[in-house]
């Protein structure tokens, strides 16, 4: 059995302007994203993490190594955990999304199993990314780690929190969650926090 605690990165200027950013999208925390990882330790003290997998995007990256450094654990760049391209909506503001891609936009924010193959246009499925990312943890989960940190993004954490039929879920910066991995098969435990 293999725990992951999985938790989205802090917040960067493109999240504070709202504007989407995907995996075509490589920006920096903030002053607040930075203070919001280092939160992340407090939280993640007591969970007995052995190592920290992350998305190669540095919002992400540079979450997991200001988390990782007082838990003294390894950071590990795994490019699977990548956030969903999201093609031509990539640098869009949320409101011209809603205004030009409104049905994909909600479906990404609430990714059912009925909405798999919705994407904007040049970018990645639901279905893909949520492929993706479940195979990466496949691979994870086989390296031998009992307790593994995920640093991944909002549409990732909202699509794993889809596959596991949560409606809407509404992610956070720095949000986390623990999900199992056991016989094969993934289950949420709940919100950590």
């Known amino acids: 059995m293999v725990d992951f605690y999985i938790f989205r990165h802090g917040e960067t200027d493109i999240n504070k302007q709202k504007r989407w950013q995907g995996s075509g999208t490589d920006v920096d925390l903030n002053e607040t994203g930075r203070a919001q990882a280092a939160c992340l330790f407090d ?18 990256y540079h979450t ?10 390894e950071v590990v760049k795994f490019p699977d955990l990548r956030e969903c391209h ?18 994909v936009g909600e ?8 909405k ?28 031998g780690y009992r307790c593994v940190g995920l640093a991944v993004h909002g549409g990732t954490m909202s699509n794993l929190l889809g596959y596991f039929g ?3 879920p509404k992610v956070p910066n720095c949000g986390c969650i623990h999900a199992v991995y056991d016989n094969g098969e993934f289950r949420l435990t709940g919100n950590v926090f």
């Open 43 to 60: 939280k993640l003290k007591d969970k007995k993490l052995e190592i920290i997998y992350s998305s190669p995007l540095i919002r992400a």
């Open 64 to 73: 997991a190594q200001i988390a990782a450094k007082p838990l003294g654990i």
């Open 86 to 103: 999201y093609g031509v909506a990539e640098g869009m503001t949320f409101d011209d999304v809603n205004r030009l891609y409104k049905e």
């Open 107 to 114: 479906a990404v924010f609430n990714p059912g199993q009925d």
């Open 116 to 143: 798999l193959d919705v994407r904007f246009p040049q970018g990645e499925s639901i279905g893909e990314v949520r492929e993706r990312v479940l195979t990466a943890m496949r691979t994870i989960a086989g390296e």
């Open 166 to 168: 949560v409606e809407k």
